[in-house]
Each structure stands twice: as structure tokens, then as C-alpha cells.
């Protein structure tokens, strides 16, 4: 009887539950379909293609530092008013990408495309846990899960055959009817759920952005060889950082809420995700120019290196539970860290003669060691929290997620650039600066690896609640 009920509760709820998956599609695709543009939007806009760096990292930086606000605009204003508001700045960004003239352009546009992206995710699963309570969550959000699992698969396939074929300004307008089908839907379908009303953080909130965008800058601008003004930066940005780790320790109502972090395994989790991250999050980028520069493949041909990764990561979802229950997070989190570790390495034996048979396999076995490596070090950090602090756990975790991510980009391209030796056309040099960069990386989540031995035991996996955000 429950079981029916089930059913007939996800029934009647299917335009909701489809309006969440068309904002997790586009949120994902958006995350993996440029990296295969690369090469074709640089020689567009007239710049090099290791400068469209800035564009990928403002995009992910957005999304850091716009998430923990999700929770307060959605109890503040509803959540119909303010995921029809992301819809709409997500749509209107991605607009704005597609009929960008100049790299400023295309970077300002992906700025407002984070804005929006930064609040689909966190209010489409508050919204799900809220329509449909414990019982019939892990069915709703399973279900709208299949589409955000797509877009890593999609992505990098359509933004080859796009940018060949048609041309890389699609890769940004097919976002546009996806997100008025997704406008038409929030009118009937988004219930307007409201919670309870607190001041909001400004001075906190200000103080995170502050910090985590000038020391971005200061990474980039240093990548540029800009040294004194990154050295600026990377002070006022350190001082911000300062500033808001003293204050947000005695502030009621935080922005990012640093009390979490006396929490052991949730330290761990996150410091581990972020040593791990910082090393892989530039891969594939480096990946799509090592493939179209250095080694002259097609869009469409680069792409579809990106798709055994990604059906590996979708196909190991299946394990995840039999793994982490017999082993338990230190074991498998330390073993597994240590797989990432070498196969990140082997990424420096590529050549432009490499058989993409070879890259291939090594794709695969690539996607499904990460897949496990992101899905237990989000959940470890949930293992120790009472229900009520999960929401600021998620914001947290999602916002030094995200943070990270861009910093590793930043990390890869300047890597890329140094290695290029002032060749930015020489196809030779891409080769050899992708295969020293990637060695330099592999060793960041060496210290992962001594992170995740300080768990205290092996703890037993409780049954995660599987979201899009366990693949990033």
C-alpha cells in the first residue's frame, strides 16, 4: 500500500519533478560543454586559447560564491519567485554568451550564467525534499537525477559536433528553450514553499566574495606574469579570508557557517575533496587542447573522449553502496585516492601518436575511479551531521566545491602556460606542456591520500542521498 502511494504521489508530481530535471540538465551541461569549445571560441574572439581560462574559471567562481545565499532568498521570497528568477538570469546569460563579440563579453555573460546556475541546483532538491518528505524523496530526486547524470555524457559530444558543425555560439543558445520551457513550467508546477525569515549575512557574504574572487585573481594574474598585482590581490584576498574566519566563527546567522568545521569527518571530507580536486579539476581542459591543438583532432573527434569518462562515472553509481559498506570510507577513500593519483599520472605517458583506443580505456578507467572518489567524499561529510545542519553542510561543501574547481583550473592553465615557453601556436608545445603539466598535478592528491588516513576508523556508509552534485 505505501508502495502505491509512492507511485501515485511521483505521478502527480511529474511536472515538478521534470521542471528540477531540466534545471539540473542545463546546470551540468553548461558545467562540461564548453571545455570541447575551447580552441574553436578563442580563434573566434582572437585570443589564445589557454586565455579562455578566465572564462571557465568565472563561471565556476560564480556558482561558489552565489550558493550560500540560495537558502536565504529562497525563505525570504519563495521558492517559485526565486527558481523562476535563476531560470530567467541562466537563460538570459547564456543568451548573452552566444552573441558575445570579445573574451570581457563572453566573461561578464558567464558571470550572470552563474548567478542563475548557482541557485538551481540547492533550491530544486530543497523544493523536492519539501513537495514530497522523506519517504518519496530518494524516488523524486533519483528521478530528476537521470537528466543531471546526462549532461557530463552530452556536454562535451555536443559542444564538439555544435562548434564543427554549426558553430560554437550554440553551445550556449540551446540553453535559451530549454530555459523557457522551464519558465512555462515553474508557473503551474513549482510549488512556493517559504521558510523561516533571518537577517541576511551582507557583511559575511561580501567578505566570502571578496576573498575567494581576489584570490582567483591573484592565481590568474600571477599565471599572466603579472606578479606585483597578483601579490595585491593575493593580500586584500588573504586579509578578507582573515576577516571572515574570525568573524564568522561569532556571527548568528552565517553565510558560510565555519562551526561545521569542528566536526572531524566533515573536515576531513572536505579538505581531502579539496587537495583531490585541485588536481583534477583542470583536466579537461587540458585535455581539449592537447587533443585540438597539439594533436590536431576534431571538435566532434576530442569530444568523444570525454564520453567514456563520463558513462564510467554514471555505470560505477551502481557499485558505490557494495564498496563503501564492505570497506568503509578510510579504506576505500585511501585505496581509491591512490588510483586517482596514478592514473592522473599516466596522462603524461599521451603522445600525438597515442591510438585513441588507448586514451579511451584510460578515460574510462579514469571516470570510474573519480566517480567513487566524489561520491564518498560528499557523503563523508554528512556522515556526523544531525538532519538540521545539513542544508548549511551543503551549502558549504557545494560553495568550497565549486571554489576549488576554479582555483584548479587556474592552477592547470598556468601550468600549461610556463611549459609553453612562450609557443602559444606550436602544436608541439602543446604536447609537451600537457604531458608535464598533468605529472605536476597528479601529485596534489598525493596529500588527499594522508588526509583521508586520519579518519579514525572505517565508517559504514549510511544509505547517501543521491544528488548531481555527488559526480563534481
Known amino acids: ?87 530567467l538570469i541562466f537563460t538570459l546569460g547564456s543568451l548573452a554568451c552566444g552573441v558575445s563579440q570579445t573574451l570581457p563579453q563572453l566573461v561578464a555573460a558567464r558571470v550572470l550564467q552563474g548567478i542563475g546556475g548557482a541557485l538551481l541546483m540547492p533550491i530544486g532538491r530543497y523544493v523536492l525534499v519539501r513537495a514530497f518528505g522523506p519517504k518519496d524523496f530518494v524516488a523524486a530526486m533519483s528521478t530528476a537525477g537521470i537528466p543531471g547524470l546526462l549532461g557530463p555524457v552530452l556536454g562535451p559530444l555536443l559542444g564538439g559536433v555544435l562548434s564543427q558543425y554549426a558553430s560554437w555560439r550554440w553551445i550556449f543558445l540551446v540553453n535559451v528553450p530549454v530555459g523557457l520551457l522551464g519558465l512555462w513550467l515553474n508557473r503551474s508546477q513549482m510549488p512556493d514553499f517559504r521558510g523561516e525569515r533571518r537577517p541576511f549575512d551582507w557583511l559575511g557574504f561580501i567578505l566570502f566574495a571578496l576573498a575567494s574572487g581576489l584570490l582567483l585573481v591573484a592565481a590568474e594574474t600571477g599565471g599572466d606574469g603579472n606578479y606585483h598585482n597578483a601579490a595585491i590581490a593575493a593580500g586584500i584576498g588573504a586579509l578578507c579570508a582573515f576577516a571572515y574566519w574570525r568573524y564568522g566563527r561569532r556571527a548568528r546567522h552565517p553565510v558560510v557557517d565555519l562551526t561545521l568545521l569542528k566536526i572531524r569527518s566533515f573536515v576531513i571530507a572536505v579538505g581531502g575533496g579539496m587537495c583531490t580536486r585541485l588536481g583534477t579539476a583542470g583536466l579537461s581542459f587540458l585535455l581539449m587542447l592537447f587533443l585540438q591543438v597539439g594533436c590536431g583532432w576534431t571538435p566532434t573527434a576530442a569530444g568523444m573522449m570525454i564520453v567514456p569518462q563520463a558513462v564510467a562515472m554514471v555505470l560505477m553509481k551502481f557499485l558505490i553502496d557494495r564498496i563503501l559498506k564492505r570497506y568503509g570510507y578510510r579504506r576505500a577513500l585511501f585505496v581509491n585516492t591512490a588510483f586517482a593519483t596514478v592514473l592522473l599520472a599516466c596522462f603524461a605517458l599521451l603522445e600525438a601518436a597515442t591510438p585513441w583506443w588507448i586514451i579511451t580505456v584510460l578515460m574510462f578507467a579514469y571516470g570510474f575511479v573519480m566517480s567513487l572518489q566524489y561520491t564518498a567524499m560528499n557523503t563523508l561529510a554528512f556522515v556526523d551531521l544531525p538532519p538540521e545542519r545539513a542544508a548549511q553542510a551543503s551549502s558549504l561543501t557545494s560553495a568550497a566545491q565549486y571554489l576549488v574547481i576554479s582555483f584548479g583550473i587556474a592552477l592547470s592553465s598556468w601550468l600549461m602556460a610556463v611549459f609553453l615557453r612562450g609557443r602559444p601556436h606550436d602544436a608541439t608545445a602543446y604536447v609537451h606542456g600537457f604531458r608535464i603539466s598533468v605529472l605536476v598535478m597528479a601529485a596534489l592528491p598525493l596529500m588527499a591520500v594522508y588526509v583521508f588516513t586520519r579518519l579514525r576508523h572505517d565508517r559504514p556508509l549510511r544509505r547517501p542521498v543521491e544528488t548531481p552534485e555527488t559526480a563534481t
Open 1 to 87: 500500500m505505501p508502495e502505491a502511494s509512492s507511485h501515485d504521489s511521483l505521478r502527480r508530481m511529474r511536472g515538478l519533478i521534470w521542471l528540477v530535471a531540466a534545471a539540473f540538465f542545463m546546470q551540468t551541461l553548461d558545467s562540461t560543454i564548453v571545455n570541447t569549445a575551447v580552441p574553436s571560441i578563442a580563434h573566434a574572439l582572437g585570443v589564445r586559447p589557454i586565455d579562455l581560462k578566465t572564462a571557465l574559471t568565472s563561471y565556476v567562481l560564480t556558482l561558489a560564491i552565489c550558493i550560500p545565499a540560495s537558502a536565504w532568498l529562497s525563505d525570504r521570497f519563495g521558492t517559485r519567485r526565486v527558481f523562476a528568477a535563476s531560470v
